[in-house]
């Protein structure tokens, strides 16, 4: 089963133009949605990424992502 990632295109704490390459190399075989999450609380404040049904937080991007590697399948 591929991962299901989400990430909101709205969020002021990534730039998707460096974001997105960087989670395709995290899990080539993701299903990658972007758009809003209605997540606007903590996305006003943190990097966030939903992936396989959990919400994970970050000061930064990167933060985001290596505490997101744990959950690639």
Aim: proline share 4%; with cysteine.
């Amino acid at each position: 089963m591929a991962n299901d990632i989400r990430v909101c295109d709205k969020c002021k704490h990534i730039r998707m133009k460096t974001f997105l390459p960087k989670l395709k190399k995290l899990a080539p075989d993701a299903d990658i949605q972007v758009g809003c999450k209605s997540y606007c609380g903590p996305c006003s404040r943190f990097a966030f990424i939903f992936i396989n049904g959990r919400y994970i937080t970050g000061k930064t991007e990167d933060e985001a992502l290596e505490k997101a590697r744990k959950y690639v399948k």
